[in-house]
């Protein structure tokens, strides 16, 4: 699923939560600011391409946003 990144610190650790992209097809690879799913107000400021990523995510730090990935499950 196309997301986008947001980097948190939890419990002194810096972690990446993906947000599922609201609006996939309007970017170009050069965004400086992706809508996400879970808000129909927020989205994310930081600048490159979306990533694919699965929704079995298994990496050490990184986990999805639960809203989102509530969202890619319906």
Known sequence: M???QERLRENGNTIVVWHKAAEPEH???ECDWHPIACSDTDG???PGPLK???LSLDEP???WC???RALAAT
């Open 2 to 4: 196309l997301a986008t």
């Open 27 to 29: 970017c170009n690879g």
């Open 44 to 46: 994310i400021a930081a």
């Open 52 to 54: 694919d990523v699965p």
């Open 61 to 63: 730090g990184q986990r």
């Open 66 to 68: 639960a809203d989102c």
